[in-house]
C-alpha cells in the first residue's frame, strides 16, 4: 500500500484526525469535569449531541460520495472539524460547549471512516478491503497518539492551548492531506458516470429486513464501543489504577486494534466475512467482562484492552464489507450513509448511556450491561445474515 499514494495518504489523514476529533474528548473527559465544573452527564451529553448530529448529516455524505465529491467533502468537514475546535479552546459556557461539539458533529459526518470507506468502496469495489485494512492499521494508532499527547500537552500548557494545537494541526495538515489521498483514490478508480440524483435516492434497500437487523445490531456494538471508550479513564480510576496507569491502557487499545487487523489478514482467506464479525462480537462481550473484574490484576486489564482493542479494530473493517456482502454494492454510498445513521445514534447515546449507568449503580454495572449489548449485537448480526441468504 505504500505503493499507492492515495491510500497511504488518507491513512495518515484518517490517523491524525481520529486523534483530533474524536479520541480528545475521552482524553480530557476528567479534566474538563474538574476544570469546568460541569457533571460527567453534562459533558458526555455533549458527545452525544455531536455525534447524533453526524448521524443525521451522513446520509446527505453518502449521496455527495455517490456524485463523486468525495475528496471535498473530506476536506471541508477536517476544516470545519479544525475551526470546532480552535471555538472549543475557548467555550466557558455549557451552551456554548454544546454549540460547538454540534459543529464538530457535522463535520464528523464527513471525514471520519465512514465516508472515507465508502469512498474507497465506490472507487474499488471488490478491491475496497485491502485499502480499507491498510488505512485501520496505521489509524489505529490514532488514539495512541491522542491519550499521551493530549495529557502531556495539558500538563503543560493547559487543555485549552492543547485543544488549539490539534485545531490548527487539523486545518493546515490534515484537511489538505485528506483532499489529496481522496482525489488520488478518486483517480485511480475505473471512470464512472456521477450516480444521478433519482438513483442516489433509491431507498428499496430500507424495506428489506437484513438492513434493519443490521443497522440494529451494529448500533448496540456502536453503543458498547463508545461507552466503554469514553468513559475508560474513569473505570480504570474506580477500578484503583493511577492516572499514569489508566493512560497507558487507553493508549494500548490503538497496538490492539492493530493486532486484531493483522490477525484479520493473517486469517483472512481462511475464515469467511461472517465467522470473523460473530468472533470479534464475542470478544467484544469478554472484554467487558475482564474489565469488571480487572481491579489489581495488570494481567486481566491487558486481556480487557487487547480483547476490547484487537475485535473492535476488525469490525471497524469488517462494517462495510458485510454491509456490502448483505446488502450488496449498488450505490453503495447511500447504504453507507443509511447504516451510519442508526450506528452513530448508537454511539451518541452511547457516553451518556454510560454517565447514567454509572449514576446508578457504578461501573460494574454498566460493563455488566456492555455485555449484554454486545451478545444481543451479536445475535442481530446473525439474523440479518440469514436472512440476506433466504433472499
Not at 493486532?259 to 464475542?282: E, I
Request: proline share 5%.
Amino acid at each position: 500500500m505504500l505503493r499507492d499514494p492515495g491510500i497511504a495518504l488518507l491513512a495518515l489523514g484518517e490517523t491524525l484526525i481520529w486523534a483530533a476529533l474524536y479520541y480528545v474528548f475521552p482524553a480530557l473527559l476528567l479534566r474538563w469535569e474538574a476544570d469546568l465544573g460541569w457533571s460527567r452527564t453534562e459533558l458526555t451529553a455533549a458527545l452525544a449531541l455531536a455525534i447524533l448530529v453526524s448521524g443525521l448529516v451522513s446520509p446527505w455524505s453518502g449521496r455527495l460520495i455517490d456524485r463523486g465529491h468525495g475528496p471535498s467533502l473530506m476536506a471541508v468537514s477536517a476544516v470545519m472539524g479544525g475551526c470546532g475546535l480552535l471555538l472549543l479552546s475557548q467555550v466557558t459556557t455549557l451552551p456554548a460547549f454544546y454549540a460547538t461539539w454540534g459543529l464538530i458533529g457535522v463535520a464528523l459526518s464527513g471525514c471520519l471512516y465512514e465516508p472515507c470507506f465508502a469512498l474507497i468502496t465506490r472507487a474499488r469495489g471488490d478491491q475496497a478491503k485491502r485499502g480499507i485494512v491498510w488505512i485501520t492499521l496505521v489509524a489505529g494508532f490514532a488514539g495512541t497518539i491522542s491519550f499521551p499527547v493530549t495529557h502531556l500537552l495539558a500538563d503543560a500548557v493547559g487543555w485549552r492551548t492543547a485543544v488549539t494545537v490539534f485545531g490548527v494541526v487539523v486545518i493546515a495538515v490534515v484537511a489538505p492531506v485528506l483532499w489529496c489521498g481522496a482525489q488520488a483514490v478518486e483517480a485511480s478508480a475505473t471512470p464512472q458516470p456521477p450516480t444521478p440524483a433519482t438513483a442516489s435516492r433509491d431507498h428499496r434497500f430500507l424495506h428489506r429486513p437484513a438492513f434493519w437487523l443490521l443497522a440494529s445490531g451494529f448500533s448496540l456494538l456502536a453503543v458498547v464501543h463508545g461507552a466503554a471508550l469514553h468513559h475508560l479513564l474513569p473505570i480504570l480510576d474506580e477500578h484503583g489504577w493511577t492516572p499514569e496507569q489508566a493512560v497507558l491502557a487507553a493508549s494500548c487499545i490503538g497496538p490492539s486494534q492493530v493486532a486484531g487487523r493483522l490477525a484479520l489478514v493473517a486469517v483472512g482467506n481462511r475464515l469467511s466475512h461472517h465467522a470473523l464479525t460473530v468472533l470479534a462480537c464475542v470478544l467484544i462481550g469478554v472484554a467487558m467482562v475482564l474489565l469488571t473484574g480487572s481491579e489489581g490484576s495488570p494481567l486481566l486489564l491487558a486481556s480487557a484492552i487487547l480483547s476490547f482493542g484487537g475485535a473492535y479494530g476488525t469490525v471497524s473493517i469488517l462494517r462495510p464489507v458485510v454491509a456490502r456482502d448483505i446488502l450488496g454494492g449498488s450505490h453503495f454510498g447511500a447504504k453507507s450513509g443509511a447504516l451510519a445513521l442508526p450506528y452513530l445514534a448508537g454511539s451518541a447515546l452511547a457516553p451518556f448511556f454510560g454517565a447514567m449507568v454509572w449514576r446508578l449503580g457504578g461501573y460494574d454495572l454498566l460493563l455488566t450491561c456492555l455485555a449484554a449489548c454486545a451478545a444481543c449485537g451479536c445475535g442481530l448480526y446473525m439474523q440479518a445474515h440469514r436472512q440476506a441468504r433466504l433472499g
